[in-house]
């Protein structure tokens, strides 16, 4: 059963290639706990019997994502209903690739998959908001304090950032490094965004579950919502996905039109 299952994988990679199927794609995580932050991709070719074997997808730079460098590991994950399964690869160059006689797109190289593994469905995936035109979010840190008669904590003050990408789940900022070092993993905040599809900003209680450098003195900020009330926190997610829904529809139309 296990070499039928490879077996069905590869034809259905094989087949989204040929119908312009899409991949996400992330770095593969340094530290363990780490979350790896996947981009949507267009998966643009397929060469099992090339030397070396290969497949070429999208650049992520197009979503803002950086590191995506010559022998760097990364992890694919393909999601076409029924199947939902994944595999690890490995970057053998960034490149020109030409979709057709008018356009010439960045993309990547990466090792054909040798061996493929399933995987539990994505509650969430994450959408490049930049030239969107959304408002910045605003974060209040949390202060908390047990003691009730402790002195009282000093003003805390607000600060904001402009939205990289966001999912249901969470949403992801930059900051310059000098801001971004006053930040800690596993702070809480409360963060206040606005969108276009919704009447009103909407207050939610996020976490920050990743911080590191993505260039020069710029560093990403990834934050998970972490409402404890079931019914606001998937009011939250619904409200969230149809965005981001939305919103990727709207740029892969707007890629394909310009090509």
Request: proline content about 8%.
């Amino acid at each position: 059963m296990a070499v039928e299952q490879q077996e069905q994988w590869l034809a259905q990679l094989r087949e989204m290639c040929q119908r312009d199927g899409a991949l996400e794609i992330a770095l593969s995580p340094k530290r363990e706990g780490d979350h790896p932050s996947y981009v949507r991709v267009r998966l643009l070719a397929y060469e099992p019997d090339a030397k070396p074997p290969h497949l070429i997808v999208e650049h992520p730079a197009y979503a803002g994502s950086t590191g995506f460098q010559r022998e760097v590991s990364v992890e694919v994950l393909a999601m076409r209903s029924p199947y939902r399964f994944g595999f690890s690869a490995r970057v053998i160059e960034p490149l020109r690739y030409q979709l057709n006689q008018r356009v010439v797109l960045p993309a990547l190289k990466l090792t054909a998959p040798t061996h493929f593994h399933p995987v539990q469905r994505r509650r969430f995936y994450r959408v490049d908001t930049v030239g969107a035109g959304l408002p910045l979010a605003v974060f209040l840190p949390v202060v908390e304090s047990d003691d009730e008669a402790a002195a009282p904590q000093p003003a805390v003050k607000s600060w904001s950032a402009p939205i990289l990408n966001l999912s249901g789940g969470g949403l992801a900022v930059t900051l310059p490094a000098g801001a971004a070092r006053n930040y800690k993993l596993g702070q809480q905040f409360r963060c206040r965004i606005s969108l276009p599809s919704h009447h009103g900003p909407l207050e939610l209680p996020v976490t920050l579950v990743q911080h590191r450098n993505i260039r020069d003195d710029i560093w990403y900020l990834g934050f998970e919502i972490t409402e404890p009330e079931e019914r606001a926190r998937k009011l939250c997610e619904n409200i969230l996905c149809r965005f981001a829904t939305a919103l990727q529809r709207s740029q892969l139309a707007r890629r394909k039109r310009d090509e």
